[in-house]
Each structure stands twice: as structure tokens, then as C-alpha cells.
């Protein structure tokens, strides 16, 4: 079965310091989400990403947060100045068309310090 | 106000044994509703989708099904494996698919 890729699995950080966590969704799929998970919390969703452009955040997605899909496989999550309450599994996911499934990847851990 | 409520929150059963997992949303305009299971540390693992019109949807030992009128949906799990043991995940998707609505998932534990 096709995957979506993250990388890292494990980030440490100190607090203040920008971190990118990097994806790479499955190849023909079109739609691209971020989601992120607190230690025993539910899944949240943060951002939407069609056609190159958002097309839904939450309120937990606020200017220190910014995604990008700089050469067409990658997709980026960015973080400018780190927080204590972002330290949480960090999901990226992707569909192809609606209805079918959304992959998840493994996630990244990120730890801020 | 869009949310997925699932219970039990958790849930031991021993091998062989099925359960029932529930959930309830009232996530408007419905698209469809699938259900996931998550190992700890890992992503989510797709395991049914189904749209209003669907009522069941089996994968193996898992049936998922779907009252889209009174906003529920049960998954079973028939003959259980300790592999079994994880979160189970109620995600419901609203129409235009920009947002997905997840349940705080019902941890399971399967035991010899």
C-alpha cells in the first residue's frame, strides 16, 4: 500500500527556536492536511492544503504556523518560535479524491524544551 | 457545533471475545464517516468509509455501520486478537472535505 512519509520521527527543540517537519504525501493524491496529537488527547486538525493553496486552518493554526509545497512532493509544516504546549505528534495526511481514504503518516514527535 | 463522541472510552475484552465500539457525531453537511485505528506513537490506520447512503461496510473481523439519520455509527469487532489492542478512531468528514472531525477514539485492550 502506498505510504505518506515523514521526517524526522523524533525533533527536539529548545523553546523559541523554528522547526520545519517535512512529509512527502502519496504522489497522486491532492489533497494535504496537518494534524496534530498531545500526548493522550485526541487527534486536532490544524491545516487544509488544495491547489497550492490553504484552504482551511483552525484556531490552533496561527502566525507562528505556515505550510508550504515548495517543489511539488514536499509538504512542509513550520513552526516559527516554539512553545512548551507545542510539543505533541505532529501528523501529516493525504487524500486523492473525496471519498476515498486518507493516509496518515507516522508523525513526527516534536519535543520543545 | 461539529463533534464526534465515542464511548466507551476504553474497553478490555479478553481474546475471542467481540465488542462493540460507538460513536456519535453531529457533524453537518455529512460527507462520510470512517473509522481508524491508531497504535500508539503511529498514524491513524484507515479501516471503513462509508457515505450517508451506506449502512454497513465490513474490512475482515471489523463491520462498521451508519444510522445517518439519528447521527451513529457502531464498529464491531468480531473474534478478537490481542493484536487488536489500540485506539479505535471515529472521523467524520463535512461535504467539502477541508475539515475532518475526530472522535477521542475508544482505547482497547485485548487480553489472553
Known amino acids: 500500500e502506498p505510504e505518506v512519509t515523514q521526517t524526522p520521527s523524533h525533533q527536539v527543540t529548545q523553546m523559541g527556536q523554528e522547526v520545519i517537519l517535512r512529509c512527502v504525501p502519496i504522489s497522486n493524491h491532492l489533497y494535504f492536511y496537518w494534524y496534530r496529537q498531545i500526548l493522550g488527547q485526541k487527534v486536532e486538525f490544524l491545516v487544509s492544503f488544495y491547489n497550492n493553496e490553504i484552504s482551511e486552518k483552525s484556531e490552533i493554526f496561527d502566525d507562528q504556523f505556515s505550510v508550504e509545497r515548495p517543489d511539488g512532493s514536499n509538504f512542509t509544516l513550520k513552526i516559527r518560535s516554539t512553545k512548551l504546549e507545542d510539543s505533541a505528534m505532529y501528523f501529516c495526511?493525504?487524500?486523492?479524491?473525496?471519498?476515498?481514504?486518507?493516509?496518515f503518516g507516522s508523525g513526527t514527535q516534536l519535543s520543545v524544551l | 457545533k461539529n463533534q464526534v463522541e465515542q464511548s466507551p472510552q476504553s474497553l478490555i475484552i479478553l481474546e475471542g471475545k467481540n465488542c462493540t465500539l460507538q460513536?456519535?457525531?453531529?457533524?453537518?453537511?455529512?460527507?462520510?464517516l470512517r473509522w481508524y485505528k491508531q497504535d500508539t506513537g503511529r498514524g491513524p490506520v484507515s479501516l471503513t468509509i462509508?457515505?450517508?447512503?451506506?449502512n454497513t461496510k465490513s474490512n475482515g473481523r471489523y463491520t462498521a455501520t451508519l444510522d445517518a439519520d439519528t447521527k451513529q455509527s457502531s464498529l464491531h469487532i468480531t473474534a478478537s486478537q490481542l493484536s487488536d489492542s489500540a485506539s479505535y478512531i471515529c472521523?467524520?468528514?463535512?461535504?467539502?472535505?477541508?475539515?475532518?472531525?475526530f472522535g477521542s477514539g475508544t482505547k482497547l485492550n485485548v487480553k489472553p
Open positions: 460513536c456519535n457525531y453531529t457533524v453537518s453537511p455529512f460527507s462520510n
Open positions: 472521523v467524520v468528514s463535512e461535504d467539502n472535505f477541508n475539515k475532518f472531525y
Open positions: 462509508m457515505t450517508f447512503s451506506e
Open positions: 495526511a493525504s487524500l486523492r479524491t473525496r471519498g476515498e481514504k486518507l493516509f
